[in-house]
């Protein structure tokens, strides 16, 4: 116990507190399981946020970052040198990615790449409006923050950067109305991760897309949460087509990696100098983005997300019909999930029922569960994690 205290009281005190902590102190991981240093088990069914996207300690993580790692981890010059593991994470990539997203280039996060996605769009188009959608969540640097939806990450920095629109999320109508605005690009999600799990129609993305085609305007797909199989297939706008697709957490499987995508169009008015990062594209994270890469590929990963995700569905509806004062919705696709619930005190307790339990769970805007496992999480295990769910609001309807 004294060695976690120590971990609490070092960081309460010497720690920026900019997150609400919950007291638990983890050292290590295993698949979906996590260990606090006194050993105790958990099911994280947030898989670090959406990142460790084949799960703790995946082996092949671990193997691509020794054997690297013992090459070389950055570049001399870094990205104005040639690097075999770059190279070869961008040929695997170029196979997968849509087709005419023909470039490939690499970030540290995912705020870094829609940044890099909102200035070069500005930069390929001349123009200077870029429109996003109310609720959105897009990262947490200024011009991000800036693009992002939502009053509370927003207020507290104003002013921000000028020229953003924003819209109501699935509402082509709106779109519509200010497309004609010197509007540079659209950069939207296609499921609102952060917002709160918000799926589109159907058709949202493919009208939003012909609607920048007509309009010269470029389309952002800010695929940093829905990417890599999370929601089944490879991105969530598959079929669609976008001008400039940005990726992060599931593509380093928990190493902080990002990327974005851009077609020859776009490249084509882009020059020497108007990109670029110290770490961009360092092999280390390369050969890492490769391996997680490949064992999706391998493991054909989009049939677990499927069969376990339909599992989870069947579930989490059942349990909605048999507590519908507490279960508002349940909604997502693949392993993207959420549970709202009535409230943000139902919520609270719940998570901190399910915590004791040995569950970690995620809460977006006080009363939405977000579960969001790693891609590799067994039937058994999803199953594991939602029977301490299910008991903890059994529970909760005992005593309250
Ligand atoms: C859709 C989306 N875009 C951007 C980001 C920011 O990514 P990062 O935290 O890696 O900067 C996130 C993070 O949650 C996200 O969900």
């Not at 000028?162 to 010197?182: M, S, T």
């Not at 297939?233 to 593509?251: R, Y």
């Not at 928990?254 to 020859?264: D, N, Q, S």
């Amino acid at each position: 116990m004294d060695k976690i205290l120590d971990t609490f009281k070092i960081e309460d005190t010497h720690y920026a507190s900019f997150a609400n902590k919950t007291k638990i102190s983890i050292e290590k991981g295993e698949g979906v399981y996590a260990y606090d240093e006194e050993g105790k088990k958990y099911i994280d069914f947030t898989a670090g946020w959406g990142v460790t996207s084949i799960g703790h300690a995946n082996p092949v993580i671990i193997d691509a970052l020794l054997e690297q790692g013992q090459k070389i981890i950055q570049n001399p010059n870094s990205g104005a040198t040639y690097s075999p593991a770059r190279s070869k994470l961008i040929s695997l990539m170029h196979e997968i990615l849509p087709e005419n997203l023909t470039r490939i280039f690499f970030a540290n996060s995912g705020a870094e790449a829609n940044d890099a996605a909102i200035k070069l769009a500005r930069k390929a188009t001349g123009k200077l409006n870029i429109i996003s959608t109310v609720n959105s969540f897009h990262g947490r640097t200024i011009s991000t923050v800036s693009a992002t939806g939502q009053n509370s990450h927003r207020d507290r920095f104003n002013p921000l950067i000028p020229n953003h629109i924003f819209i109501q999320y699935n509402d082509i109508h709106a779109a519509r109305k200010v497309i004609e605005n010197d509007v540079a690009a659209v950069i939207v999600e296609p499921i609102q991760g952060e917002g709160g799990v918000n799926v589109p129609d159907s058709d949202y993305l493919k009208k939003l897309s012909d609607l920048c085609t007509k309009n010269n305007v470029l389309l952002i797909a800010d695929e940093i949460q829905t990417g890599f199989y999370r929601t089944g297939s490879l991105f969530a706008s598959n079929n669609v087509k976008v001008d400039i697709l940005t990726m992060a957490k599931g593509i380093g499987g928990g190493f902080p990696f990002g990327a974005f995508a851009i077609t020859e169009e776009v490249h084509d008015k882009l020059n020497t100098g108007d990109h670029g990062g110290t770490y961009c594209g360092n092999p280390l994270g390369c050969a890492v983005a490769y391996s997680v890469i490949n064992y999706m590929l391998d493991n054909k990963i989009w049939e677990n997300v499927e069969s376990v995700s339909r599992f989870a569905f069947e579930r989490l509806n059942k349990l909605k019909k048999e507590h519908p004062d507490i279960i508002k919705e349940v909604r997502g696709k693949g392993l993207l999930i959420a549970i709202e619930l009535a409230d943000d005190d139902v919520t609270s307790a719940l998570n901190s029922k399910c915590l004791d339990s040995g569950l970690i769970l995620n809460v977006t805007h006080g009363n939405i569960v977000r579960i969001f496992p790693a891609l590799n999480i067994s039937k058994e295990e999803m199953e594991e994690g939602l029977k301490i769910f299910e008991n903890a609001l059994e529970n909760y309807k005992q005593f309250n």
